[in-house]
Each structure stands twice: as structure tokens, then as C-alpha cells.
């Protein structure tokens, strides 16, 4: 195994199992600010109790998303020096900026809104979730700023054969910063709608506190069914930036071999890139160019148009792209089928959806990492898209072996820490909301 | 061009007052895990220290992070050299923070595996308080690095004398500043057991620093040329005898300043002999300076005024955090 490859896997394990937890922390703040600002308003104690609840799974994830992104902010200069020194002047900004706007922000008042609930008022602990929301969030934009550069790089010159930047603004709200920014966010708030709502389909399941799980139910359901509705037109958007901006990776999450006017829209298919065709391919004639261009006849690229060594691979891309789309749907059909269900007033007793919701919570986490695997590896050959490729990006003096050590460990460790965290939210889940005398142990307060 | 190195002088300092921040804050709760063993005999009293830094340790933290980021923004080369070159060691650090990160909060509630949670706690504060001195160490010294700026060196070329003196340096100055933490925010038998082990860390602090004079004035003469770094000297002198006067009188809050200041006092000589080198090289015409390792002056301009718009408020914020958390522990609240 080569350096290039166990750099590349190194980076994709450690920011993959990294972005299991940042989403979650984006729909979970966000439900607890709802909640908060619930109690405000109707100063109803079961908005404080499930407020305790979700704020102590929030915390929970939140140390497993610290303990992962440690690593990334130093990821480029140990596996990607020659990355770091080619567009450091341009890279290097938008990390630092996150940790000055956002880590300080979440980090400070995590530690209000999970140790100091006793020590502040009550408004002062609704800011202090507020804060800790618009400290998530603000993080995400500055990291997808970041990741956005890569893909659709802008505002910089090279000079010396490194980047240089010439305009702050254009770098940094380059062509698909803000149509990924919200589709992020927006994959955040269904995965945290969707576990709050799993939460309290448990809760019902088994007869716990019906009126608080009721309650929790009902707010998460929102979140979860407009962002998912919401997603639909998001990543409409960026399908069509990416083919605007990145025709090769649109062609390679479509198989599309050829330019075509009138592309079709492949909806299943396996890939063949050998032979350039895909296999078993079931279309929607003139699909793609419709949703891309707004017009059946549009004009859309095929990967023939771009030398074979500038080409990205097809298969993950591919893979990645439909299986978001497919659990987009399902969430849309979900979110709908809820709301359907609330108005019937069967929501807390129709217990096939309840389970449902449990069993699906999975594909809010594989619908995350599908899109950002379809967005990553779409992107190849390239680090930085026609700027710098993946190849010349790496350590020259960071040995094989080095990376591969590290890499056990990493995956060891985390396997580690993901086991036990997945654990202790499962606890902290049984314990229920505001009965937690069930789940407290010996020692533990 | 004068508006361009002005930038580069502002970051270098920037970076290093990143860096102390980190050390000041950070600082004393990895002193605080590091000693958690030493210092807590019964269950009560590891939670009063835990409970000390549950809430803080994590912004703390941050402190270290951004100064990572601003070293990549600002001297982008400097921060590829270092953390490609020494590549296991940083590893190794990473290793221990990833465990460290969640080591309280499932000390608390994992109950089967409280005792591993807990030794990731008190390792994952032990190996970065230590490895950050060699870190720091080999880059004031001078290491080996090509033309190209690539380190060309390996991990033991990390394990020289000067190094290993600053780690140590660094450990018993961690050591020192967790104590008067501890004492700090603790009551009773604790507090002065964490008084007793302030006083023998700021003892040990005396002789690493001698040692690392010793060292500085062996593998560094040029160094001992500088006359900032000699009036900082001084400063952690005097803190350093200050601090046994303050603790002897029961002054834990003039303690834990006076460990501050002998800490800002390290930073002072560090930047004093460093300037205007990043990385000193083994070969003087290669080393990485502010200069050649720099940004452009757009991408230090922006990042000037991001600091200037975002640390104030960090500041302001962090204040009022600790003041919501103020006075001595108390084992029986929220949290862990």
C-alpha cells in the first residue's frame, strides 16, 4: 500500500467517523433551542425535563465530535504537507477563523448548558443554548467554507506554485459555499430531528412518560419533516452548481459516459468503468437535463469530454449520490407520513411508524456520509479542483509505514470510543426525561 | 513591504499569546489530571477535582486549536514542516487528547470501565504536558530540514538532551500550575495535599530551569546574547519566589497568578531566543522565519482583524464563564 492511498484512507476514516457527531450536535441544538424558548413562553416543566434530557445526550456527543476534530486540525500538516504549503495561504484561514468563531463559542457555553444549569437564570441558560446553536452552525459554515474551496476554488492567484489570495470574500463565499452550507446544515437538522423523534417513538414504545415523549414527538416532527422537505430543494441546488461548477463529478454521480441533450436520469445502475457503460441501468429519459437545466433537450456533460487522467472514479460517487437521494425520499415520505399521522391524531399509537422511526435512524447517518463520500471522491483527481491533485498533495517525508501505525491505532481507538459513546447515549436515553433516578448508578451523580 | 512584516511580527506574537493562553488555561487542568492519582484519595475528593475542571477544560482546550489554525493561516510552511516532521510524536499527542477529550464525561457514566475512562484521563494530561515542551525544544534548538524545507530527521532525532530537558521543563511547570489550580478550588485535607505538591512541582520547576539554562547555554550560546530573554528570566525568578512566599501565606489565589506569570515568563524567553526563527534549522540559512515560512500580507491582514473582532469576545465570554464557576469545588452539583 502506497503513501497516497493510506494518507487518503487515513483522512477519510478520521473526518468520516468525525462527521457522525457534528450533524447530530446541529439538529440536537437547535431542538433544544426550540425547547428552551418552549419553556419561556409556557413555563411548562416538561420543556425543562426534556431540555435536561437532550442537553445530556448532547453532551455525550459532543466530546466524540472534540475528541475526533482534534485530529483534523492538525490532519493537513502531518499527511498533507505539500497541501498545507501550496494553498496554507488561503487553507489555513477558515480553520483558524472556526476555531476563534465557533469552538471558543460551543466549547464555553457546552459547559454552561451541561454543568450550570443551577448556577444561571433561566434566561441566561436559553442564550447560553442559543450560543452554543449559533456556535455549531457558525463552525460548520467556516469548515464548509474551507471544504468548498477545495471543490469550486475562487479569489486567488498562483504565484510561485503556490495559491495566493487576492479577494477574502470570494474565497470564502466561493460558487458552492452557500448552497453546501445549507445543504449540510439541513442533513444536521434531519438527523437530529430524526434521533429526537426515535427518542420519543422509544419512549411511547414502552409507556414512559407519554406526555413528555408526546411533547418531544411533536417538536422533533417539525424539525424533521421541513428539513427534510427543505432538503429536497437544497440539493436540487447543488446538483445544479456541481454541474455548473464541476460537470465531470455531476457526470460521474450519473454515469453519464457521453454528452447528451436530453440526459436521462439514471435511477438505478452499476457502474462498469472499464468499458464505460453502466450495467442493469434503469432511466428516466431526459430526467437529468430537466432537473439540471429546467428544459428536456438541455445539454448535459459526459465524462468523454474530460481527459481520462482528469476523470474522477464513478462507482463511489455514483453509489453515494443515489443512495442520499433514496433516503432523502424516505425521509420526505417519513416526515409527511408523520404530519399525516398528527393530524389523524395516531401518531403516538400507531406503533408500526413508531418502529419505523427507530430503524431508520441509521439512514440519517449513512445519508450524511454517502453525500459527503459522493462530494469527496467526485472531487478527484483532484485536491483542489484543476489547482493541485490529490498525488502531489501528500508528506513527502511521512513514511508509509507511519501512516499505517497510525492508522490502526486511530481506527482502535475509536472503535473504542464510539462503542463506549454509543453506550452511555443509550443509557442516558433509558434513563427517560425528567426520571432520571432510573438511570443513575452507583457514583455517579 | 514595512506593512507586510509588521504583519508577520503581529502573528508571531499572536501565535505566542495563542500558545500561552493555551498553557495558562489548559494548562492547569492537564496539571490537574496529571496529578489526579497523586493528589485524590477517595472518590469525594476526584470528583472535587474533576468537578474543578469538568466545566472549563474543554474551551480551555480551544486555546490550543486556534493557536494550530493561526499557525497554519499565518506561517503555513512552518506548520507543514513541523507536524509532517515530527509525525509520530504529534501521533502520539493526538492519541492522548482523543482519549482525554472523553475521558470525564464517560468516567461518569460508563460505571464498568470507570477505572480505563480515568486512566485515559490522567495519561491523556500526562503525555501532551510532557511532549509539548520536547516539541518546543527541538524547534528552538534547530533540527534538521532540507532546501526544501522538508524535516529530514526521525523520531529520535526528537529525543536530544535540550528537548528532553524542555519536556521536563514543561511537565513540572504544568505540574506546578495544576497544584495551585487545586488548591485553589478545593477545601480541607485536599487543598493541602494540593499545596504540598504545588510546593515540591515549583521546586522541581527551579532545577528543570537551571538545568534548561544549562542546556540553552551548552547547545544554544548565541541565545544567551539576548537581553529580553534575560529580563524574562528574571520574571520567572521572581514569580517563582513569590509563588513559595504565596503559598506558604494560604494565598491560593495569588499562587495560581504567580504560577501564571512564571509560565508567561517561559513564553517570553522562548519568543525572545526564537525570534525571528519559527523552525531553527541544523543548517542557520535554512531555518523557517517569519519571513521566508509567512502568508501573504492580504491573508495576515484578514486574519488580524478576525482575531481582533473574534479574541475580545472570546475573552469577554471566557471570563464570564469562569465567574458563573467560581469558588471552590463542589462535588455534589451538576454534571460528572
Known amino acids: 500500500m502506497d503513501a497516497i492511498f493510506l494518507a487518503r484512507l487515513q483522512f477519510g476514516l478520521t473526518a468520516g467517523f468525525h462527521f457522525l457527531f457534528p450533524p447530530t450536535t446541529l439538529g440536537l441544538t437547535l431542538i433544544i433551542v426550540v425547547v428552551e424558548t418552549l419553556y419561556r413562553r409556557t413555563k411548562n416543566g416538561i420543556y425543562k425535563d426534556l431540555s435536561v434530557y437532550l442537553v445530556k445526550i448532547l453532551g455525550t456527543v459532543f466530546v466524540l465530535g472534540v475528541a475526533t476534530g482534534v485530529v483534523l486540525e492538525f490532519a493537513f500538516g502531518n499527511n498533507w504537507a505539500a497541501y498545507s504549503r501550496t494553498v496554507g495561504d488561503i487553507f489555513g484561514a477558515p480553520l483558524a477563523a472556526e476555531a476563534v468563531f465557533s469552538f471558543f463559542l460551543e466549547s464555553v457555553f457546552l459547559g454552561i448548558l451541561v454543568f450550570g444549569r443551577n448556577k444561571v437564570s433561566a434566561k441566561a441558560y436559553r442564550r447560553s443554548a442559543i450560543l452554543v446553536f449559533l456556535g455549531a452552525h457558525l463552525s460548520a459554515l467556516w469548515i464548509i467554507i474551507a471544504n468548498s474551496w477545495m471543490q469550486t476554488p475562487a479569489g486567488f492567484r498562483m504565484e510561485g506554485g503556490r495559491a495566493v489570495l487576492d479577494n477574502f470574500v470570494k474565497a470564502a463565499f466561493n460558487p458552492s459555499t452557500v448552497v453546501r452550507f445549507v445543504h449540510t446544515i439541513l442533513g444536521g437538522w434531519i438527523t437530529g430531528g430524526l434521533v429526537a423523534m426515535a427518542i420519543a417513538a422509544w419512549l411511547m414504545l414502552k409507556g414512559r412518560t407519554a406526555e413528555k415523549a408526546a411533547v418531544l414527538m411533536r417538536t422533533s416532527l417539525v424539525v424533521f419533516a421541513a428539513s427534510a422537505i427543505l432538503q429536497l430543494g437544497s440539493g436540487h441546488a447543488h446538483s445544479i452548481q456541481v454541474t455548473r461548477t464541476q460537470p465531470e463529478k455531476m457526470a460521474a454521480f450519473e454515469a453519464l459516459w457521453k454528452t447528451m441533450d436530453g440526459a436521462p436520469f439514471t435511477v438505478f445502475g452499476i457502474p462498469d468503468e472499464k468499458n464505460e457503460r453502466t450495467l442493469l441501468a434503469v432511466h428516466v429519459p431526459k430526467m437529468l437535463s430537466m432537473l439540471v437545466h429546467f428544459t428536456p433537450n438541455g445539454k448535459v456533460l459526459g465524462l468523454n469530454e474530460f481527459p481520462k487522467d482528469e476523470r474522477p472514479p464513478v462507482l463511489l460517487p455514483f453509489a453515494g449520490y443515489h443512495l442520499m437521494i433514496l433516503f432523502g425520499v424516505l425521509f420526505i415520505v417519513m416526515g409527511l407520513a408523520g404530519l399525516w399521522l398528527r393530524a389523524k391524531k395516531k401518531l403516538e399509537t400507531c406503533r408500526g411508524y413508531l418502529k419505523l422511526l427507530i430503524w431508520t435512524v441509521p439512514l440519517a447517518y449513512l445519508a450524511n456520509e454517502t453525500g459527503w463520500i459522493a462530494a469527496e471522491v467526485g472531487r478527484q483527481p483532484w485536491a483542489v479542483y484543476k489547482v493541485l491533485r490529490t498525488s502531489e498533495a501528500v508528506s513527502a517525508v511521512v513514511p508509509a509505514g507511519n501512516i499505517l501505525f497510525s492508522l490502526v491505532l486511530f481506527v482502535a481507538l475509536y472503535a473504542l470510543i464510539g462503542a463506549a459513546g454509543v453506550g452511555i447515549i443509550f443509557r442516558t436515553i433509558r434513563g427517560g426525561p425528567g426520571d432520571v433516578e432510573v438511570g443513575v448508578r452507583k457514583g455517579e451523580v | ?336
Not at chain 2, 270 to 276: H, K
Request: charged share 15%.
Open chain 2, 1 to 336: 513591504m514595512a506593512a507586510w512584516d509588521a504583519l508577520r511580527n503581529a502573528w508571531f506574537l499572536l501565535i505566542g499569546v495563542l500558545l500561552a493562553g493555551y498553557s495558562l488555561l489548559d494548562g492547569f487542568d492537564l496539571g490537574v489530571g496529571a496529578l489526579l492519582p497523586f493528589l485524590a484519595r477517595t472518590e469525594d475528593e476526584k470528583r472535587s477535582l474533576i468537578a474543578a475542571v469538568g466545566p472549563v477544560w474543554d474551551g480551555n482546550e480551544v486555546w490550543l486549536l486556534a493557536g494550530g489554525g493561526a499557525l497554519f493561516a499565518a506561517f503555513p510552511l512552518a506548520y507543514a514542516t513541523v507536524f509532517s516532521g515530527f509525525y509520530l510524536a504529534l501521533m502520539l499527542v493526538l492519541f492522548a487528547l482523543i482519549l482525554r477529550a472523553v475521558s470525564l464525561e464517560f468516567r461518569a457514566h460508563d460505571a464498568a470501565r470507570k477505572g480505563l475512562w480515568e486512566a485515559a484521563f490522567v495519561g491523556g494530561s500526562v503525555v501532551p504536558a510532557l511532549l509539548f515542551g520536547v516539541a518546543l525544544g527541538n524547534v528552538v534548538v534547530g533540527v534538521p530540514i532540507d532546501a526544501a524545507g522538508e524535516f529530514t530527521g526521525s523520531f529520535f532525532t526528537l529525543l536530544r538532551p535540550l528537548p528532553l530537558v524542555f519536556g521536563l521543563l514543561g511537565l513540572s511547570a504544568f505540574l506546578m500550575h495544576g497544584a495551585a489550580y487545586a488548591a485553589l478550588k478545593t477545601s480541607g485535607e485536599l487543598r493541602e495535599r494540593a499545596r504540598r505538591t504545588a510546593r515540591a512541582m515549583a521546586v522541581a520547576f527551579g532545577v528543570a530551569f537551571v538545568l534548561s539554562f544549562v542546556m540553552v547555554w551548552n547547545y544554544l550560546p548565541a541565545a544567551l546574547g539576548k537581553i529580553v530573554a534575560w529580563i524574562f528570566a528574571a520574571v520567572v525568578c521572581l514569580a517563582l519566589v513569590l509563588f513559595f512566599a504565596a503559598l506558604k501565606k494560604g494565598r491560593d489565589g495569588r499562587t495560581f497568578a504567580l504560577s501564571s506569570a512564571a509560565f508567561l515568563g517561559l513564553w517570553g524567553i522562548v519568543g525572545a531566543i526564537q525570534y525571528p526563527n519559527l523552525v531553527r534549522a541544523s543548517d542557520p540559512a535554512l531555518s523557517l522565519t517569519i519571513k521566508n515560512a509567512s502568508s501573504s500580507a492580504l491573508t495576515l491582514k484578514v486574519m488580524f482583524l478576525i482575531a481582533l473582532v473574534g479574541m475580545p469576545l472570546v475573552i469577554g465570554y471566557t471570563i464570564y464563564a469562569y465567574r458563573v464557576f467560581k469558588g471552590k469545588g463542589d462535588a455534589g452539583g451538576a454534571g460528572y
